[in-house]
């Protein structure tokens, strides 16, 4: 059962939820030496992005990845890696080394080995994933009705290429499996309409049906959901 956060809007709900990673990156370097945080993609992690980056950490101990990557250049409006260069990799950020998920590969499937090879290197259980949620209940690139979607759900690969239903791009995915092999996961929901997958989500059902249930018909991993309501 996820542990829910819940705000009046987006830009509340991102600065605490920037506080919550810093201090959980920050316990992990503490601990370990190293931290390793994985984020998504789209409009809700811009935010928590930018306010991590003026957070003060041994920057040079994070690693950072995605969660999933649009197969497109790297300096795309589209790309995944251009966001997290643009708004956490600034600044004394900077020092963090870098995970992409796209290479020079002609498309994701030609791409996935080579990134495959590249995440198996990274020291697993992550300490966070940073997952969002689509109008369909999607969460990274595992989308309803893909021909992956089944793979993805239960494949014990890190990574996989998707092509989505109704996204322009071919993708690259973290598993399902990936993303439970982390220590915490955290999960942006804003608005009331995503609110009602969520909860249609949280009700129970089969998850090639909503995605997101990976993450919240699960106890393996602690879930906290940052709620914002606009
Ligand atoms: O690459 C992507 O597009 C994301 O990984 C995707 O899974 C995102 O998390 C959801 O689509 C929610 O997007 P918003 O944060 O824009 O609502």
């Known amino acids: 059962m996820p542990t829910e956060h819940l705000f009046a809007t987006g830009a509340e709900a991102a600065a605490d939820l920037a506080a919550r990673i810093a201090s959980i990156l920050s ?19 811009r935010p928590v992005l930018e306010a991590l980056r003026q957070v003060d950490l041994d920057w ?4 950072v990845t995605l969660v999933d990557e649009r197969w497109v250049a790297p300096d795309s409006a589209d790309s995944n890696e251009r966001l997290v260069r643009e708004t956490l990799l600034q600044g004394a950020a900077a020092q963090a080394r870098f995970v992409p998920m796209k290479t020079d590969a002609a498309d994701a499937y030609a791409g996935q080995p080579a990134v495959e090879a ?20 999607h969460t990274a690139s595992l989308f309803p009705g893909a021909a992956e979607l089944a793979e993805g759900l239960s494949s014990s690969a890190r990574t996989i290429a998707v092509t989505p239903p109704a996204a322009p791009h071919q993708r690259l995915s973290l598993t399902a499996s990936a993303i439970l092999d982390s220590r915490q996961v955290f999960l942006q929901i804003g608005g009331a309409g995503k609110k009602a ?34």
């Open 197 to 230: 997958v969520y909860d249609r989500a949280l009700a129970g059902g089969p998850v090639e049906e909503l995605p997101i249930r990976l993450a919240l018909l699960q106890d393996q991993v602690p879930v906290d959901v940052w709620i914002a309501q606009s």
């Open 118 to 137: 590249a995440f198996a290197a990274l020291p697993w259980p992550l300490d966070i994933v940073l997952l969002g949620m689509g109008d369909d209940g």
């Open 27 to 45: 316990q992990a370097v503490a601990a370990r030496g190293i931290a390793t945080l994985a984020v998504s993609g789209g409009r809700s992690p």
């Open 60 to 63: 040079g101990k994070v690693v």
